[in-house]
């Protein structure tokens, strides 16, 4: 949940690739980047501190990302159909 949270405060985050759940996250949001070793990590994080603008672009992803899919509303409205469907 912590990869949840911070994008909630608007932090582009940066996560293991191996994690296809994560990964998931970052490419629907498109306000995070993935990697799979040392180079693919410290390559993200330079491209971010150098990328100003994708930086900022990834910050309102991040906090609209959650709050379409994640607030209670958006959850129970998904519970309520998944319950009127069976």
Excluded: Q, T
Aim: hydrophobic letters at 45%; one cysteine or more.
């Amino acid at each position: 949940m912590v990869v949840l949270e911070s994008m909630a405060l608007g932090v582009p985050v940066v996560v293991n690739s191996k994690c296809d759940v994560l990964k998931a996250h970052c490419l629907k949001s498109n306000a995070g980047l993935f990697y799979s070793g040392f180079h693919e990590f410290e390559g993200c994080i330079g491209f971010l501190l150098k990328n100003d603008d994708v930086y900022s672009g990834m910050k309102d992803n991040a906090k609209k990302y959650v709050e379409k899919n994640y607030r209670w509303d958006a959850v129970m409205d998904r519970f309520k159909a998944l319950i009127d469907s069976i």
